[in-house]
């Protein structure tokens, strides 16, 4: 720790900063098994990827000091920021950057909301077949949950005919399954903000007529961030970039037995990120 306390910076210089387009904001888990975590914050310019920080509160005004403390001349240059359905971090965002910047919820993010739905329902499908069908007839239904998450192109010949034995004992399970295999189309479709906006009611309106209550929640989430949502088909900006550094971060703490301090998990980042560009010359002069 001493070495590194000497050799890395504990924090982003920002004189070496020229702009950001896109920041990216993600929760962060510090410790494994406990439910408060924190938020690391990625920059994105052109091609390349920078860790921009952590903090170690993940609710609004720890968020929002971290956003302040960006210099205003990097902070005129960002034109969207993509950020998962954390209302802290949201809140956050909004009030450091104001309309001018375009909030974007992360695709990938609301498909795991909606598709939790689906889950729900087949827990509870799942269990009823159960004590209903013959254990051998049960065994049809063997890989239900992988079936159910992939695309219609990704299914193998095993896949389909598990999802034809469910649509056969399980009516409401085939509708959950059709009402996000169809949201999900929307979001693959390349799409205006407003027809994207328009197709979303749509979907809305025609899930809220069924007879399923699993989306109910997500429902009530989509209301509330709907704007921010339909911000994806402006540029279709994901947290892509981000999750690539959080699967980095996950290493680094499993190597280092859990990194509670996000200003020594952020100089642990810096070093493998970029130690072998600053040390490497030093080496081979020693």
């Known amino acids: ?41 990625t920059g994105r310019m052109a ?65 795991k909301r909606y598709r939790s739905g689906l889950d729900s329902v087949r827990q509870h499908e799942c269990k009823r077949l159960t004590r209903e069908v013959a254990e051998e007839a049960y065994g049809q239904f063997k890989g239900a949950r992988w079936a159910l998450r992939k695309s219609e192109e990704q299914l193998t010949d095993d896949d389909k005919d598990v999802l034809r034995c469910l649509v056969e004992h399980a009516p409401c399970l085939k509708m959950a399954y059709e009402f996000c295999h169809a949201l999900t189309s929307i979001f693959d479709t390349q799409l205006s903000k407003r027809e994207g906006k328009r197709r ?22 989509v209301e509330k961030y709907f704007d921010d949502l339909a911000n994806y088909f402006i540029d279709r900006h994901t947290s892509g970039f981000v999750e690539g550094f959080n699967n980095q971060l996950k290493v680094i703490k499993r190597r280092c037995y859990g990194i509670l301090n996000v200003t020594h998990l952020f100089q642990r980042i810096q070093l493998d990120l970029y130690g072998h560009s600053l040390f490497a010359m030093k080496i081979i002069e020693l």
């Open 1 to 41: 720790m001493g070495i590194i306390e000497r050799s890395m910076e504990r924090e982003i210089t920002w004189e070496d900063v020229t702009r950001f387009e896109v920041i990216g904001l993600d929760e962060i888990a510090l410790k494994k098994g406990h439910r408060d975590g924190g938020a690391s914050i």
């Open 200 to 221: 979303m009611r749509q979907w809305m309106q025609t899930v809220r007529a069924s007879e399923l209550r699993c989306f109910e929640s997500f429902l009530t989430t």
């Open 47 to 111: 091609t390349e990827t920078v860790i921009v920080g952590g903090v170690p509160d993940r609710r609004k005004a720890p968020v929002k000091t971290f956003l302040s403390s960006i210099p205003q001349r990097v902070r005129q240059t960002i034109h969207s920021v993509c950020t998962d359905m954390s209302a802290g971090v949201v809140h956050a965002a909004k009030e450091v950057f104001g309309k001018r910047v375009k909030i974007v919820m992360d695709r990938f993010h609301v498909a």
